[in-house]
């Protein structure tokens, strides 16, 4: 079974979303522990997008590929792991800020840290502050994610966190930001916990905080 599991890992680096889906419910229907799927056939394969394209060997075009790919086979698989009770890695609230109607990005982050293995609520994009801190509370995250892509809607992150501390809920997580004219500076000016350059460190920084 190593060897189909292996199998549906290369589909993913492939992006093959078809071949994919036939090897997760070929292994479903073989009896393999859904959460051995998810851990040895999906976030591996994860992992080594992350690795190729920090290396310079994947591109934004082959990480959205692997992603997509992923989620063709998350889609099976969702939900029996969540019918057999299967723990998550944790739980990431992510949006685009108020005023900001790009998510390439984010939805790229999202597919990432769903095939690592992570519970991730999208609240898509132009999220205002309230509504982000009201999320906050409803869903209690580990992690708050911002992605911004215009420099006229950066501010709206900083808004963001004093909406968070307004609400009381800002000790209760830790916050990411990241997007095109975002960086680490301007993070640590606004008080966030962390920044991300591109979704595969994005990744690696949720696992380094949770």
């Not at 394969?45 to 920090?54: K, N, P, T």
């Not at 994947?58 to 969540?82: C, F, H, K, N, T």
């Amino acid at each position: 079974m190593e060897t189909d599991l292996k199998i549906l890992a290369d589909a993913i680096l492939e992006g093959n979303d078809k071949e994919v889906e036939l090897r997760v419910r070929g292994a479903l229907d073989a009896g393999v522990a859904p959460e051995r799927i998810l851990a040895e056939g999906m976030i591996e394969a994860m992992r080594e997008v992350g690795s190729l394209f920090e290396a310079g060997e994947y591109y934004v075009p082959e990480m959205m590929a692997a992603a997509r790919a992923m989620q063709a086979g998350l889609g099976i698989l969702r939900p029996v792991l969540v019918a057999s009770g299967v723990k998550r890695l944790g739980k990431v609230l992510i949006g685009t800020v108020k005023g900001d109607l790009h998510d390439i990005g984010k939805n790229l982050v999202v597919m990432m840290l769903e095939g690592a293995g992570y519970e991730v609520v999208d609240l898509g994009t132009d999220v205002t502050p309230q509504r982000l801190a009201a999320a906050v509370r409803e869903h209690m995250p580990q992690i708050v994610g911002m992605s911004a892509l215009l420099t006229t809607t950066m501010q709206n992150m900083r808004d963001s966190i004093e909406a968070l501390e307004d609400m009381g809920v800002r000790e209760s997580v830790k916050v990411i930001v990241g997007g095109a004219p975002v960086t680490s500076e301007f993070a640590g000016q606004i008080g966030a916990d962390g920044y991300a350059p591109d979704a595969s460190r994005a990744v690696s920084l949720v696992r380094s905080l949770i």
